[in-house]
């Protein structure tokens, strides 16, 4: 949930804050006991194996060694020096893994992950993160959107942007546009549903303790429930986070936010009100992104 970001906030609010595989073939001819074929088959010497054999397990080791090499990446990790890649000619580059586990820190209250590498991986794994907890339901609720922005947001931002969200939300106008009471609450019955969904991200800018970061993401907004007047919907943005190495992990200085890149929609029924608040109730959300 953006608001429109970090430049804007007086708006109406609606809804919005991606081998070859080898295939041996081996033919085997009629195999009998002196038939018209030819003598029978030699059995095998006892104790060693057949040479097919031998050369069935030589290939398969290859290919597992070719996957794992064609897997392992550059091996670069950037958690030392400075590279700006801001740039037109920035790659984007797939997740892969590096051998590196996930984060393990958290923040007690939230439950964001915490202590992401200063590195690049590590960067997009915290703006991720952040652009799943600042999409949550979460933020329409005055208590728990201060503890969210007060731990993503540097200390110095964190106490700005929490003024600015409670102008915005201090008329009954966003709320009541969403479906729900002055504190956030959906009507009995019902589920409030608000869940980012990360696809992808990119780094434009990493140098010096400093990173720009662009997740894109889709959206999943309404009230799930019979006779919801806002039935759950789904919207696609891109949430660019101006990040800064701060005690040892990344924070956000700056945040905002702009429609798509939006796909074009499948030809696919609608879930009816009841299966789609058994999904959301079901499918529990990520804490960990990336």
Do not use: C
Request: charged residues 20%; neutral net charge; proline residues 6%.
């Amino acid at each position: 949930m953006s608001l429109g970001g970090d430049d804007g906030y007086g708006g109406d609010y609606d809804g919005r804050e991606a081998g070859p595989e080898g295939h041996l073939t081996r033919t085997r001819l009629p195999e009998g006991d002196g038939g018209p074929y030819g003598p029978a088959r030699r059995p095998g010497r006892p104790g060693k194996p057949s040479r097919n054999l031998v050369t069935v397990v030589g290939v398969v080791v290859l290919l597992i060694a070719a996957i794992a090499f064609a897997n392992r990446g550059d091996g670069k990790d950037n958690a030392s020096g400075s590279t700006d890649t801001s740039g037109t000619n920035a790659e984007s580059h797939p997740t892969a893994p590096t051998g590196r586990r996930p984060v393990e820190g958290k923040n007690t209250t939230t439950g964001i992950a915490s202590g992401f590498a200063k590195s690049q991986q590590g960067a997009q794994s915290a703006a991720a993160n952040f652009a799943v907890a600042l999409g949550s339901d979460g933020m329409f609720n005055a208590a728990r959107r201060e503890a969210i922005v007060n731990a993503v947001y540097a200390p110095d931002a964190a106490a700005t942007r929490i003024k600015q969200l409670a102008t915005v939300f201090s008329g009954d106008k966003i709320l009541a546009n969403a479906g729900l009471d002055s504190n956030g609450n959906p009507p009995h019955g019902m589920t409030f549903v608000s869940r980012a969904n990360p696809v992808g991200t990119k780094v434009e800018k990493f140098k010096d303790g400093e990173a720009r970061v662009a997740v894109w993401h889709s959206l999943l907004f309404g009230l799930a429930g019979e006779g919801s007047k806002n039935p759950v919907a789904e919207s696609w943005y891109t949430d660019t986070f101006e990040l800064k190495w701060i005690k040892g992990d990344w924070k956000v200085t700056q945040y905002t936010q702009k429609d798509g890149p939006a796909p074009v929609g499948r030809d696919q029924a609608a879930s009816s009100a009841e299966d789609m608040a058994k999904a959301v109730q079901g499918f529990g959300g990520f804490t960990y992104a990336r």
